[in-house]
């Protein structure tokens, strides 16, 4: 068989063509993006939501090019985890964040609303974060009583913050592994303030990740006294620490 060869400058501009044709034709990311996932059990800043129950969860972003963006989760969420007569959580958010080289900067403000709470339960905080490759770090402020709570004596709790340290390493092949700090300030509150911490492994599978995470703090949350992180279903007769280690299985997708 005659071979036929492609002089080389000739293929290099028939490549080029080829490629432009195909950046020309490959439409543009979509800014809004949505996820879900299914948890076996809902943890806030390392304290229990769901009373150990599986959660469901999942929401939207929008993403413009300036760096704003715009957000709402949802989950489900226990009414004995201090939400009387409310069972989902809706958060909603907005900021703005900018990537600069390995480095990057986040800053924005999110609402925790829970509809058919009575007396209404809500949260508004501020929020401030900066990142490099694997590592980021969050400061949270709530300008407003802290999940509607009162502190001792009737006094304000507005002014609690949370720090949040976190790590996400990415270790090929779909696998990566998650790590996390936290420190709460319970603004007014005896024995409110606590450590949180996660440790776990990802695996990505066709675009569905799951995880298994170890999740501790040190809250105070011993029943035997009823300290303020024992937590009681709504019947009352079913008490537990909100507080106390697990392990969290997940499945999510971002789509």
Known sequence: MRKFV??????????ASVNAQAQQAAPAPSPVT????LASEYRFRGIDQTF????????????????IYLGNWNSNVSQGAGYPGGNIEMDFYGGWKKAFGDFGLDVGAIYYYYPGT??????????????W???SAKWFYSFDDYFSAKGNNGQDTKGTNYLDL?????????????????HLEFKNVTNGNYNDWKLGVTKDVGGWVFGAAYIGTDAKGDCGTREIYCFADTSGTRVRD?????IVLSVGKTF
Do not use: C
Not at 118 to 131: A, C, H, L, R
Not at 167 to 178: I, K, S
Not at 242 to 246: E, L
């Open 6 to 15: 492609v002089p080389i400058a000739l293929a290099t501009a028939a490549a």
């Open 34 to 37: 949505g996820n879900i996932m």
């Open 52 to 67: 150990g129950k599986p959660a469901i969860q999942g929401g939207f972003d929008y993403s413009h090019a300036s760096g």
């Open 118 to 131: 009575e007396p209404k339960i809500d949260n508004k905080e501020v929020y401030v974060g900066g990142s």
């Open 133 to 135: 490759k694997f590592l």
């Open 166 to 182: 976190s790590l996400n390493y990415d270790l090929g092949r779909g696998w990566g592994v998650v790590g996390h700090y936290g």
């Open 242 to 246: 909100a507080g106390r280690d697990t």
